[in-house]
């Protein structure tokens, strides 16, 4: 069989995958796109962001229509939520939206390749298909981009029924009576989230002391709290020791400090991280460095790795687990292909929890500026001092942005509340420019919108708010 | 369009100089007649401005030797005349408002506010953003490093005034000072003085000034005497015309009097060309053309070099006497001072006399005490008696 040649051969459809794919594409190259899934997309499209933002959007519908819109003087009889119903329209948006990137391959050109990818030489991927088969194409460049999985406990393996992970959790068949969520990290948090609303008795326990360990303390603690309001019950310092199953629930064993605790459920959702996919990838051989601690693959500031015609990107590479950062890698990783110095700045990749209130941040946490030493100034403003959130009747959290003491820089901004994922993006593009406080507070921002609490806290850095 | 800046020619037999100081760097916007650089010859330090406004590119470091005519840099002068950045900027914010926009590197809001209250010319500023982009913090350095009187005062308004204000010397404040010291340091500077009865002067002022003004347009002043009176005694005794290089003393046999101008940037010296050549008529319009072209600071390099010998006149400002200094590399300045009536002794009378003290400063090394005294002399008598500078008696 003839070995097809390619300018680029990209392992893994994800966003990191795909967004390569494309840019390599508008750059003039030929492009080989190779995903073992069926659909494109990766874990984000398939079993990760989109489908929880489509079950967490339909369960927060729910939870109003249950509880608030009495509040308007809409009156409806008590709601009843159809799963399957739910599910198939999440199954509908992933399919639609795998759809329109398969689309984009044809319109860019892209070769889409369905296997598994293994990097034989240097410029040489062997691909594997479901029924076994292999075949081989040639590439000047590669780039590896096979994302992350979950991570497991070795004391609560996971056999995809009773003990599950994210993608098993938003494809059950019915509201669990009761569910323990492993890990109160964001995955924790917004499936958690998903399931109570629906009617859930959910448990989340955490190793740690406290959710969210690496978000802004004080922003996490807002939303714990709000969480707790909405029905998630927290365990912390609780560390799971095993479980076991008995008839149809499952018994999870736990210590906390030094007690035995035991937590009955339907299903135990497993989310304490996510591991890079860097293993079967056949680069050892080659010289390319992975991490054995924590499976990543070392490259330089421009994604390459050891070898020089070799990218990795993503998941599988140091920085934030995120779909947008794995974008920014592509992009950057296409452009350095043909000869481009491009670098992506993790200190302006905002990261979104989805619950709700949502909670956003870009920069530094405060507990991040206090350990560097760098003195700032805080300033706050909370939504219910905010006319668009009264009107709305979504009056929890605030808008914090640090500053720098001497030279009023915006070093992060956290929000908590209604519409915070899209609220941070205003922040970034503050950050990317340098701005300062001042600039911000010298910006017009239109009225009533909840932006203008983002206008309101950096006025607040100098203690000039308006509103409060 | 980019406009070439050449090192001027800074005299007959100079070929060469260092270029000593640029007062701009590359990316600044400069305006017309703004001191870009400081040539530095054997014989003067001359400082050169920008013939165009722009965007300035430095070409030649400092302290690099340079030929005269070389071309050490370039402004890049946009369409319409306002300045546009050669460095590859963000585009110049677009939003409103009430505040000046400037043109040139991109800015961010809170830099604009502070620069704008603060009284700070934005293309002047550095900025430490992408793309020179002007930061907040940008602004604020500048500030605190150029503090004028004018520097923002902090919103909380300070109690008591301030025991001292700091303010950084302009570049031309920076030459004077140096210029003066040089001259200080590097030559024997003496002053002899004198007075002069200025009836005589007056007198003519008085009886010729309508007729005068009618036939030559400009009015009949008293340095077109002083002027004058200066020349006689500048052929009386040639030392007082010469100057000093290495080890020669050169005589000039031409007259090129410097008038000393005060202006907002400080004291300038323009020259009168060929002075002997000039009648009275020709020597008041030249003086005036001079003061306006001063007062727009449009005076050129070569509108201040070469003089021979200047006259300043301090009595406009009400001085009485005063110890002038030397304009380098000449050799001697006369110091005219404010006209006083005075009881004066004339044929054994006490009469009352419009009496104007008379300072010569001289450069000891090549004139002597009797030459200085004998030249202050003479100015007197033909100030006195205009009519010598007529009959030269």
């Known amino acids: ?468 | 369009m980019i406009t070439e800046i050449k090192v001027p020619s800074v005299g007959e037999s100079i070929s060469e100089g260092v270029l000593s100081k640029w007062y701009k760097k590359t990316g600044d916007t400069v305006k017309v007649n703004e001191p870009l650089f400081e040539v530095e010859t054997e014989k003067a330090t001359t400082e050169v401005v920008a013939s165009h406004a722009g965007v300035l590119t430095t070409l030649i470091a400092e302290g690099e030797k340079v030929l005269i005519g070389a071309v050490v840099g370039n402004i890049n002068i946009a369409a319409g005349g306002t300045a546009s950045p050669t460095i590859p900027a963000s585009v110049s914010s677009a939003s409103v408002s009430s505040e000046t926009i400037p043109t040139g590197a991109a800015s961010n809001p809170a830099a604009r506010h502070l620069a704008e209250k603060a009284g700070v010319d934005l293309s002047v500023v550095t900025g430490s953003g992408k793309g020179s982009r002007i930061l907040k913090e940008d602004v604020v350095a500048h500030v605190e490093s150029h503090a004028k009187p004018t520097a923002v005062v902090p919103k909380d308004a300070r109690r008591e005034v301030a025991r001292e204000t700091r303010q950084r010397m302009t570049p031309i404040r920076q030459r004077i000072a140096e210029r003066l010291l040089h001259a200080q340091q590097s030559s024997a500077i003496l002053t002899t003085f004198n007075e002069a009865d200025m009836s005589a002067i007056m007198t003519f002022r008085a009886k010729y000034k309508e007729s005068f003004q009618k036939k030559h347009g400009v009015g009949l002043g008293f340095m077109s005497f002083f002027v004058k009176a200066v020349i006689e005694g500048l052929k009386a005794y040639p030392a007082v015309n010469a100057r000093i290089d290495n080890q020669d003393i050169v005589y000039q046999h031409f007259y090129d009097i410097g008038v000393a101008v005060s202006t907002e940037k400080g004291l300038m010296v323009p020259v009168l060309r060929n002075v002997d050549e000039l009648t009275f008529a020709e020597i008041e319009k030249k003086i005036v053309e001079l003061a306006v072209k001063a007062k727009e600071n449009k005076i050129t390099v070569s509108d201040l070099q070469g003089g021979t010998f200047t006259i300043t006149n301090g009595g406009t400002f009400g001085s009485m006497l005063s110890t002038p200094i030397l304009n380098p590399p000449q050799s001697g300045i006369l110091g005219m001072h404010a006209i006083q009536k005075r009881a004066v002794v004339v044929d054994d009378q006490i009469v009352i006399r419009p009496m104007m003290y008379l300072a010569l400063s001289y450069d000891h090394r090549i004139i002597d005490g009797k030459e200085a005294v004998s030249f202050l002399v003479r100015i007197k008598e033909c100030l006195e008696n205009p009519e010598r500078i007529f009959f030269s008696v």
């Open chain 1, 1 to 468: 069989m003839a070995i097809e040649s390619f300018d680029v051969a990209i392992i893994g459809g994800g966003p990191g995958g795909y967004v390569a794919a494309i840019r390599a594409s508008q750059l003039g190259l030929k492009v080989a796109c190779i995903e073992k899934r069926e659909t494109l997309g990766g874990t984000c499209l398939n079993v990760g962001c989109i489908p929880s933002k489509a079950l967490l959007e339909s369960s927060e519908l729910f939870l109003q229509a249950s509880k608030h819109f009495e509040n308007h003087g809409i009156i409806v009889s008590k709601p009843q939520i159809d799963v399957p119903a739910m599910i198939a329209r999440k199954d509908k948006i992933v399919k639609g939206l795998g759809d329109g990137i398969s689309s984009l391959f044809k319109k860019n050109k892209i070769t889409r390749i369905v296997g598994q990818g293994k990097i034989i030489a240097t410029n040489r991927v062997e691909v594997t298909d479901k029924a076994g088969a292999k075949s081989e194409i040639e590439a000047k460049f590669i780039i590896i981009a096979t994302g992350s999985e979950p991570a497991s406990l070795p004391c609560l393996p996971m056999d995809g029924e009773f003990v599950v992970s994210s993608a098993e959790a938003l494809c059950f068949k019915s509201v669990p009576k009761d569910l323990v969520v492993v890990g109160a990290g964001y995955i924790g948090l917004e499936m958690g989230s998903v399931w109570t609303r629906l009617g859930s008795n959910v448990q989340v326990l955490e190793f740690l002391p406290k959710a969210l360990p690496l978000s802004d303390t004080e922003s996490a603690s807002l939303l714990q709290r709000s969480l707790e309001k909405q029905g998630l019950n927290f365990n912390f310092d609780t560390k799971v020791t095993g479980g076991k199953r008995e008839g149809n629930q499952i018994i999870i064993d736990c210590e906390k400090s030094g007690q035995k605790l035991q937590f009955k459920a339907d299903k135990a959702l497993v989310c304490v991280g996510r591991k890079p996919n860097s293993l079967g990838l056949g680069i050892e051989a080659l010289g390319i460095v992975v991490d054995p601690k924590t499976g990543q693959i070392k490259v330089d500031q421009y994604l390459r790795t050891a070898v020089p015609n070799i990218f990795a990107i993503g998941d599988l590479v140091a920085g934030p687990m995120l779909a947008h950062k794995a974008e920014e890698e592509g992009v950057a990783a296409a452009e350095n292909i043909i000869g481009g110095k491009t670098t992506v700045n993790h200190d302006t990749i905002p990261s979104v929890i989805y619950t709700w209130p949502e909670l956003s941040s870009v920069g530094k946490t405060e507990e991040q500026l206090k350990e560097a030493k760098i003195a700032y100034k805080i300033g706050k403003f909370p939504f219910i001092a905010n006319s668009r959130a009264r009107t709305m009747g979504e009056t929890e959290g605030m808008v914090k942005i640090l500053a720098h003491e001497k030279t009023d820089r915006i070093l992060g901004v956290h929000i908590v509340g209604p519409r915070a994922s899209d609220m941070i993006a205003e922040a970034v593009a503050w950050v990317e420019m340098q701005a300062s406080a001042e600039d911000v507070a010298r910006t017009c921002h239109a009225h009533p919108t909840l932006s203008e609490a983002f206008k309101e806290a950096a006025m607040a850095v100098e203690k000039k708010a308006i509103h409060i």
